[in-house]
């Protein structure tokens, strides 16, 4: 969006600038607009008054009115004793938008409640703070990558401390390398029986999950861009995903089983089911949360111990081996496992 910012839109949604009132105007009408029509008009997006197309990133659609109104009034709330001009004009513009034609349907958008994009870092943490506030009783996620930094905590702590304080559970899934962490201990020391901590080898991309109603996801690998999720169907099945992933995970409380192979640690036992995979070093490190040379440095380990002098050798003995398949249950025998449908907090 070269050469145009916030500042040279100096207004709020409820009296836009004559450019950005004829774009949003447009994409009423029409249900959405190409992305190169908001060019000049950028403040339509820091306003969040168009968003991108789920089906098409090269397509805006317009934020419902109702919706714009609904921010709108608590965004001016504490203005009112101020200005409670400005509240009339919010409520005046809101209705003159939603007279332009949004009874009409709207093409390729009809998942616009059910799945909506979030593009930068600002929409992101609002659409977090908003259902941190709706959430009443389980918070369920899944936090990949290695240890974890001292800033990365600490930006969501204020949403962790709020849950807590309603007595709302908290269930995290990590990789294993994060027990080597000490800002991962002091926060759930912190967090006390609010949060239960469990560690596997390899775990999905981020997950956040609230009350099992609405899941946020990347979008994309920076993660700039989130999707919110509220269809039903979409929820459920990745509810069942993290409940899988917690049944075989290891508390954070307890060691990490070692595996029956003398001389190969849990982790080498990882690393040699994903090589059997036929990943490349990047991407196995990726996959469990530890830097490429460390990586490496547990394969040339795993190499000697099977006494492999090649990659190819190596493939060969780690099958020999069963090192092939995944690592074994921890789990201990006997013991029922609750069923992952099941809807009580944990």
Do not use: K
Not at 254 to 279: F, K, N, T, V, Y
């Amino acid at each position: 969006m070269a050469g145009h910012g916030t500042e040279e839109h100096p207004h709020g949604a409820d009296r836009l600038c004559a450019a950005a009132d004829r774009v949003y105007s447009r994409a009423v009408r029409r249900g959405r607009v190409p992305r190169s029509d908001a060019d000049d008009v950028t403040c339509l997006l820091d306003l969040a008054l168009l968003h991108p197309d789920p089906d098409d990133m090269d397509w805006l659609v317009p934020t419902a009115p109702q919706e714009v109104m609904t921010r709108l009034l608590r965004g001016v709330h504490d203005e009112v004793s101020a200005s409670q001009r400005r509240v009339g004009e919010a409520v005046a513009a809101v209705e003159r938008y939603a007279g332009l034609g949004m009874g009409e349907p709207r093409p390729a958008a009809g998942e616009g409640t059910a799945i909506r994009v979030l593009d930068g870092p600002a929409r992101i943490q609002a659409a977090l703070d908003e259902a941190t506030d709706a959430c009443t009783a389980e918070v369920l996620t899944v936090q990949p990558g290695g240890i974890r930094r001292e800033h990365e905590l600490t930006e969501g702590l204020h949403r962790a401390l709020a849950l807590r304080a309603r007595g709302v559970r908290m269930r995290d899934l990590y990789n294993h390398v994060a027990r080597h962490g000490q800002g991962l201990l002091h926060y759930l020391e912190l967090m006390g029986d609010a949060v239960e901590a469990r560690t596997l080898d390899e775990v999905i991309d981020r997950l956040i999950l609230f009350d099992r109603t609405v899941a946020f996801i990347p979008a994309n690998p920076e993660r700039t861009v989130a999707l919110e999720l509220r269809h039903p169907g979409l929820v459920a099945y990745l509810v069942t995903v993290f409940e899988r992933l917690w049944r075989t995970a290891v508390p954070l409380t307890e060691a990490i089983p070692e595996p029956g192979i003398e001389g190969i640690s849990h982790r080498e036992q990882s690393i040699a089911a994903l090589l059997a995979e036929g990943h490349q070093d990047a991407v196995i490190a990726e996959r469990l949360g530890i830097s490429v040379r460390t990586c490496r440095a547990h394969i040339a380990r795993l190499s000697e111990t099977l006494g492999a002098a090649s990659r190819a050798q190596l493939g060969v003995r780690i099958a020999r081996a069963g090192l092939d398949g995944p690592a074994p249950d921890p789990s201990p025998a006997g013991v029922t496992l609750p069923d992952p449908g099941s809807p009580s907090v944990r």
